[in-house]
């Protein structure tokens, strides 16, 4: 599959995308002399699956949904099961990651791109009409805004799926994480959430900040509230030379350490991904939140727009 290259520019940054996943495929920051994302070097390893979503915007619900299955107005729906043989994870097997978008517009800074999915794709009910617009903005910023829409009830779930490492080594094992989230998901061996927990006395309890670990799976979403509100900051990644901060609109932040990622070929600059090569911070909805009536709303309907902005904004030192 013939892939292209799309680069964008503006206030500091370079941003390459392709449209596999409208992926973000690399980003460098002007005066930086490594790239603060991981990437592929080939584009047609993205297509071959050995991307691990890196760049990607996941869905049409990203993240797990538990047996893949969900009832939705009285009507149970049973998803493709492509995570253990049993979850749906981030859309399934042929979900928005995995599959090639539209370009539908595109400025010096700025780029769109859409998909059409039809009803019944991946076990999903509805049609649904995506975009995904990305763009170089004031402060070094990397905006992404999301939209879909559906003429009939469904489920839509969206998230950026880039892996950061913002001082160029083998691991992010030196990157210090801040979340403003006082309660997390605890999970079960398929990583389904069982319920809703405080991160006083735990491990994800990133509010006074703390290294990542650099070993052994953190995977989990972090709550930061109960539905989407307007866009606030609500986590700052720092390494040496380097910090990002992070504001969403979402509920949630699913932050994962990048445990198992180990990619069997060349990176971006040729280099190899081994675990923990990068960190993972996606804005979302609630993980399995189609099974929870107390985790925020998933529903789109009929009339209804879903929205999401998050941006990612760097400085040096």
């Avoid at 030379?241 to 350490?257: D, K, W």
């Avoid at 911070?281 to 009536?293: K, S, T």
Wanted: net charge negative; glycine share 12%.
């Amino acid at each position: 599959m013939n892939l292209n290259r799309f680069a964008i520019a503006g206030h500091g940054l370079t941003a390459t995308f392709t449209e596999w996943g409208a992926s973000l495929v690399d980003l460098r920051m002007d005066g930086v002399d490594h790239p603060l994302v991981l990437g592929l070097a080939d584009l047609g390893d993205y297509a071959a699956g050995h991307a691990n979503y890196m760049g990607a915007t996941v869905g049409r619900f990203a993240n797990r949904i538990g047996d893949a299955r969900f009832t939705l107005d009285g009507v149970e729906h049973r998803l493709d099961r492509n995570f253990q043989e049993r979850h749906s994870l981030h859309g399934g097997s042929k979900g928005i990651g995995k599959r090639v978008w539209d370009v539908t517009a595109r400025t010096d800074s700025s780029i769109t791109f859409s998909i059409a999915l039809t009803d019944g794709e991946m076990g999903y009910p509805g049609p649904v009409q995506i975009t995904a617009t990305f763009t170089c903005a004031p402060g070094a910023c990397l905006a992404v805004q999301y939209s879909a829409i559906s003429d009939a009830p469904t489920i839509v779930n969206l998230a950026h799926h880039t892996y950061w490492n913002l001082d160029g080594t083998d691991d992010v094992s030196r990157h210090y994480l801040t979340v403003k989230a006082d309660r997390y998901l605890p999970v079960d061996e398929g990583l389904i959430p069982t319920g809703v927990a405080t991160v006083a006395g735990t491990d994800f309890d990133f509010r006074a900040g703390r290294m990542l670990p650099g070993q052994g799976l953190l995977d989990h979403n972090l709550c930061l509230s109960d539905a989407r509100v307007a866009l606030r900051d609500v986590a700052v990644l720092h390494a040496p030379g380097m910090s990002m901060t992070v504001a969403t609109t979402e509920p949630g932040l699913q932050v994962y350490g990048g445990a198992k990622l180990a990619t069997p070929v060349q990176g971006i600059d040729g280099r190899t991904y081994r675990a923990h090569a990068g960190v993972a911070l996606e804005p979302q909805n609630w993980p399995d939140a189609p099974n929870h009536a107390d985790f925020p709303n998933c529903v789109l309907r009929p009339g209804e727009t879903y929205e999401q902005t998050t941006t990612f904004n760097f400085v040096k030192g």
